[in-house]
């Protein structure tokens, strides 16, 4: 795992280049708060989001840019000084009132009936506003405890496996890769959608010499790693199958990490992340359900 350490004694690596490597490095870290206020262009947060996966500093100086804006968001407003509010009094008093004329009254005019039929339309159409509040919530999503421990597991010891060793470096992948990756596997790709998770990158992997395809996301200030695998494989344990026989979830936890999993079309899918599966069930829920919603299914 990557982490910028002053040069060690003795160490033959040329100080010139590793110089360059700190400046660059630093321009990074500069741009952590913008960053951290998704302030920043899709190339640049994606060159960003790579690094963050090796390098430690730069993910402790971003959980202090988070902290800041979480802490900022609680403190309650501070009223200005009288004497600003003053300044701020007189400056508007003396702003110059704009002149009525004949032609801004006449666009006046004109816009009143169009900002009324506007109304009218949002009134009789009810609004996209409205639609939203009204719209039926659809049922959650069943979730199953595994019935053995996720070691017992084949599949579940595989993909944990790979999931530490690709945490401990950058992604190998990028988000551009992920035609290309659905056309090297015989199954179907479904990536988790919405606005609460960035797909960073898409690669093929081995789970035990048999294809997979992995997906990073992140997701707030965490990354998680969909694994994408063959209807074979997911539902070669017992476990698996009985946990998703009804069509639900199962949720899981080894260690520090998190599994949720569900069967898709002609495969399976296993969402892992450091986090408990708890957390993990939401996206693997409302995954789930669009996916059944898509096909029609009750």
């Known amino acids: 795992m990557t982490d910028w350490t002053p040069l060690a004694p003795g160490s033959t690596e040329d100080p010139a280049e590793r110089a360059a490597r700190e400046s660059q490095h630093q321009v990074l870290i500069d741009l952590l708060g913008a960053y951290a206020d998704r302030e920043l262009p899709p190339e640049t947060t994606s060159q960003i989001d790579a690094h963050l996966i090796g390098c430690v500093r730069c993910r402790r100086e971003l959980a202090v840019h988070h902290a800041m804006r979480r802490r900022l968001g609680v403190e309650p407003p501070i009223a200005a000084p009288p004497a600003l509010r003053e300044r701020i009094a007189a400056a508007i008093a003396a702003t110059p009132v704009p002149i009525s004329t004949p032609a801004s009254r006449r666009m006046t005019l004109l816009r009143r009936p169009m900002v009324l039929a506007a109304l009218a339309v949002a009134v009789a159409t009810g609004g996209v506003a409205s639609t939203v509040l009204v719209r039926p919530r659809a049922e959650p999503a069943a979730v199953a405890a595994l019935s053995t421990s996720p070691s017992a597991v084949p599949l579940l010891r595989d993909?944990?496996?790979?999931?530490?060793?690709?945490?401990?470096?950058?992604?190998?992948?990028?988000?551009?890769?992920?035609?290309?990756?659905?056309?090297?596997?015989?199954?179907?790709?479904?990536?988790?959608?919405?606005?609460?998770?960035?797909?960073?990158?898409?690669?093929?992997?081995?789970?035990?010499?048999?294809?997979?395809?992995?997906?990073?996301?992140?997701?707030?200030?965490?990354?998680?790693?969909?694994?994408?695998?063959?209807?074979?494989?997911?539902?070669?344990?017992?476990?698996?199958?009985?946990?998703?026989?009804?069509?639900?979830?199962?949720?899981?936890?080894?260690?520090?990490?998190?599994?949720?999993?569900?069967?898709?079309?002609?495969?399976?899918?296993?969402?892992?992340?450091?986090?408990?599966?708890?957390?993990?069930?939401?996206?693997?829920?409302?995954?789930?359900?669009?996916?059944?919603?898509?096909?029609?299914?009750?």
Request: hydrophobic share 50%; glycine share 8%.
């Open 159 to 298: 993909v944990l496996a790979d999931y530490r060793r690709v945490m401990a470096s950058d992604l190998p992948g990028r988000a551009r890769d992920l035609d290309a990756v659905r056309s090297a596997v015989p199954f179907p790709i479904e990536p988790l959608s919405g606005t609460a998770v960035r797909l960073l990158a898409a690669w093929t992997t081995n789970l035990a010499g048999e294809p997979a395809v992995v997906l990073a996301y992140r997701w707030d200030d965490r990354i998680l790693l969909q694994y994408v695998v063959s209807e074979e494989r997911f539902f070669q344990h017992s476990a698996l199958r009985q946990a998703v026989a009804d069509g639900g979830l199962l949720a899981a936890r080894d260690g520090a990490q998190g599994i949720v999993a569900w069967p898709t079309a002609s495969a399976g899918t296993l969402l892992i992340a450091d986090l408990p599966p708890e957390r993990l069930r939401v996206i693997g829920g409302a995954a789930l359900l669009a996916r059944k919603a898509a096909h029609g299914a009750p």
